[in-house]
């Protein structure tokens, strides 16, 4: 089986930084994803990390421990336009299938 | 830039009717993917199709549901005989090849 933790809810304020972190049990892992969704869309992918280590992609970085079987999403300079749901997806075994966290919705106030 | 298209982008149906939904994967993707998201719920994987045959399917993905590629751009997803809790938002996925998913703009399926 798998299980993968996030956060419910977050609220930051624009201009500033925000983590959100995840944590994953799984076998048959092939990277991990984080998506974001705004209500009644689809996910749109932001980033992607098969090794450890940070990747960066302008205001979004993503950090990924295999050891520790974590992961971040780090959101710089915060805009309104950024409250949405940011949702941690883990890609198995050969299919690449992705299986989701619940998600994290992301408030962002003036 | 390519993207993954869906029809249509809301179905209504009869409980026990019949359903296809559409997917066009981007064209030089070779796997391909649905999945389902229940109001307030996450994202579900369906099945995962790849080389002309399902590759994996879930637990979700019983008799009543079926895939194919009918032929060289078209996805579908069939559910034969639709439940209220088929209600669901469907969303279509590709990749390129064993990397990052491309997800369609869904469909909201209502079962009444």
């Known amino acids: 089986g798998q299980n993968i933790d996030q956060p419910t809810e977050m609220t930051a304020t624009e201009g500033a930084i925000v983590q959100i972190n995840c944590t994953y049990q799984?076998?048959?892992?092939?990277?991990l994803f984080w998506y974001q969704q705004h209500a009644g869309e689809a996910p749109t992918f932001l980033s992607y990390?098969?090794?450890?280590g940070l990747e960066e992609k302008g205001r979004f970085s993503s950090f990924l421990s295999r050891s520790k079987g974590y992961s971040y999403l780090l959101l710089k300079e915060l805009q309104m336009k950024d409250s949405a749901s940011y949702l941690c997806?883990?890609?198995?075994?050969?299919?690449?299938?992705?299986?989701f966290g619940s998600g994290t919705r992301l408030l962002v106030r003036p | 830039e390519p993207e993954v298209t869906q029809t249509p982008s809301h179905q209504v149906t009869q409980m026990g009717q019949e359903v296809i939904l559409r997917c066009v994967p981007i064209?030089?993707?070779?796997?391909f993917y649905w999945y389902r998201q229940i109001l307030g719920q996450k994202v579900e994987f369906l099945v995962s199709?790849?080389?002309?045959?399902?590759?994996?399917k879930s637990e979700i993905f019983d008799d009543q549901f079926s895939v194919e590629r009918p032929d060289g751009s078209n996805f579908t997803l069939k559910i034969r005989s639709t439940k209220l809790e088929d209600s669901a938002m469907y969303f279509c996925?590709?990749?390129?090849?064993?990397?990052?998913?491309?997800f369609g703009p869904g469909t909201r399926l209502t079962v009444l």
């Open positions: 997806a883990i890609a198995k075994d050969s299919s690449y299938k992705l299986i």
């Open positions: 799984t076998s048959g892992f092939n990277g």
């Open positions: 990390n098969v090794l450890d």
């Open positions: 064209s030089n993707h070779l796997y």
């Open positions: 199709f790849y080389n002309n045959e399902i590759s994996e």
């Open positions: 996925a590709s990749n390129p090849a064993g990397d990052t998913q491309y």
